[in-house]
């Protein structure tokens, strides 16, 4: 499984849009990336999901270069309820009942002031 | 929402004590993992089941053992109970692959 790497945490405030990046230097050809979010005391929750070029959804938007080796998890105008960790995952999109666990790391742990 | 549920929402329980935690869903999903969370670190995965029978192990030990039901509930086993294992479980539902949804969690507690 590829190693991320991400900011143990970062500081915004109401209204900017915050940037995330997570850097996953060995990333694999049929590995896929993927965020969630997790409030304290809650389980982790799916944002998105991408393999190249951008993503975007209701919630955010993923940017991914070329080579793959770095994404940027978008959060566009953020609130104080955005205050969250936020994890960055690469692996492979199993099938069902093919995919190993989920390997989180630290996250980051985003602090939106007001 | 995720319809992920789990019980009981905390636990306290004294070393050397067996434990058992319950996780349920409405939705058919059918795989089933589930997760240790201790405080300041990411969830770490426990082992997931699919059609009932466990397909795959994180780096725990054989004290730790579930069950996967006909109805996609689930339960995490844990004997021996040792302090480090005192952490938030997470139970997660999902049909393979990376979105998976979690439940709150049970808080345990050993002391």
């Known amino acids: ?12 405030y109401e209204g900017q849009e915050v940037n995330i990046t997570c850097s996953h230097n060995n990333i694999a050809t ?5 965020w969630y979010q997790q409030f304290p005391s809650q389980g982790p929750r799916f944002i998105i999901q991408g393999y190249k070029t951008k993503v ?3 919630v955010a938007s993923l940017f991914i270069p070329a080579d793959r080796k770095s994404s940027t ?4 105008r953020v609130s104080l309820s955005d205050t969250a960790v936020y994890y960055c995952l690469v692996g492979v999109r199993g099938v069902d009942g093919g995919a190993d666990g989920l390997t989180f790391g630290k996250g980051t742990h985003l602090i939106i002031q007001p | 929402e995720t319809g992920v549920t789990q019980s009981p929402t905390h636990l ?16 058919g999903h059918n795989t089933v993992s589930w997760y240790q969370q201790a405080l300041g670190q990411g969830p770490q995965f426990i082992f997931q089941y699919y059609r009932e029978e466990e397909n ?6 054989p004290r730790f053992s579930g069950l996967q039901f006909p109805n996609y509930s689930s339960e995490l086993n844990v004997n021996a109970l040792e302090l480090d294992d005192s952490a938030l479980y997470l139970c997660a539902m999902g049909q393979g692959g990376y979105e998976q949804y979690f439940g709150p969690g049970t808080r345990l507690t050993v002391t």
């Open chain 1, 1 to 12: 499984l590829a190693k991320t790497t991400q900011p143990i945490s970062m500081d915004s």
């Open chain 1, 30 to 34: 049929n590995d896929y990336i993927t």
């Open chain 1, 56 to 58: 975007t959804n209701e």
């Open chain 1, 73 to 76: 998890l978008s959060l566009p």
């Open chain 2, 12 to 27: 306290i329980k004294t070393r050397g004590q067996q434990v058992t935690l319950r996780c349920s869903s409405q939705s």
């Open chain 2, 56 to 61: 795959g192990r994180g780096n725990f030990p």
